[in-house]
């Protein structure tokens, strides 16, 4: 069950003094491989990059320099060893419990979920603002190289979402924005909420992390900022073209 995974264990800063027992693969990512495994009485999660990161807008070097920030403020796991050129990143394991997006109707659970997220965008790092419509056209380029089969809603609305776009960037106060605050991304340990999955992370809106929130957990779009149907709208055609880059058909 995954022992490849496991390949070059010995010169990881682990101090790891006994080969490493995998427990078990872990679900819910969609991009990357990742395992829970044991050694020295500790555990840990090893995640093995997926080859296309580039082609999903991932970059592994910012995420790196964000990793240590929020591991540093305590509210991601620690981090023990982040090798982007190697493809590994290994974490500490929070044993803890993964909220259902219902659960955020309890206003308790909710004020931390938006208490969690205001930390995060409280966060000084210095890394340059994310360009959404050069983000988009990323993702446009490698699908045309790819030569996928693109539904007609998405090429038609291309062109007005670039233009709303362009009058968007450098119009909004950059913060540092998780960008994908599904459900799966939060566990809640012993030591309270934590965001899991970094790699999409980026100075950036953070009315479009208010749209995940509104969009993934049902948070009232009340809370969003007066351009947050934008937002809302960015984040869905976003998500639409990651899906078609991970498991669209050629033409």
């Not at 082609?55 to 540093?72: M, P, T, Y």
């Not at 997006?101 to 790092?125: F, P, T, W």
């Amino acid at each position: 069950m995954g022992e490849s995974l496991l390949q070059g264990w010995q010169h990881w800063p682990l101090g790891l003094t006994e080969p490493p027992k995998i427990l078990r693969e872990l679900s819910g990512g969609l991009t990357n491989r990742s395992i829970l495994f044991e050694a020295c009485g500790q555990r840990f999660v090893l995640r093995r990059n997926a080859p296309n990161a580039e082609a999903l807008g991932i970059d592994r070097w910012r995420e790196q320099k964000i990793l240590s920030v929020v591991s540093e403020a305590g509210i991601a796991p620690t981090v023990h060893y982040c090798a982007p050129d190697e493809g590994v990143l290994i974490t500490a394991f929070i044993d803890g419990e993964h909220w259902p997006a219902a659960s955020v109707k309890e206003a308790g659970k909710r004020e931390q979920l938006l208490d969690l997220v205001a930390q995060v965008h409280a966060l000084n790092i210095d890394l340059p603002t994310r360009n959404y419509r050069d983000y988009i056209e990323t993702y446009w380029r490698q699908i045309e190289a790819a030569a996928l089969v693109v539904p007609a809603e998405l090429r038609e609305t291309r062109a007005l979402l670039l233009a709303r776009l362009d009058g968007l960037q450098g119009n909004f106060e950059p913060v540092l924005c998780h960008h994908d605050l599904v459900p799966a991304n939060v566990v809640a340990g012993t030591d309270g909420l934590a965001l899991l999955d970094w790699e999409y992370a980026a100075v950036g809106w953070k009315a479009f992390d208010e749209a995940v929130l509104v969009a993934e957990w049902g948070i009232s779009e009340d809370m969003l900022s007066s351009d947050g149907e934008l937002a809302v709208e960015l984040y869905g055609y976003i998500c639409a073209l990651w899906r078609l880059l991970q498991g669209g058909e050629s033409e």
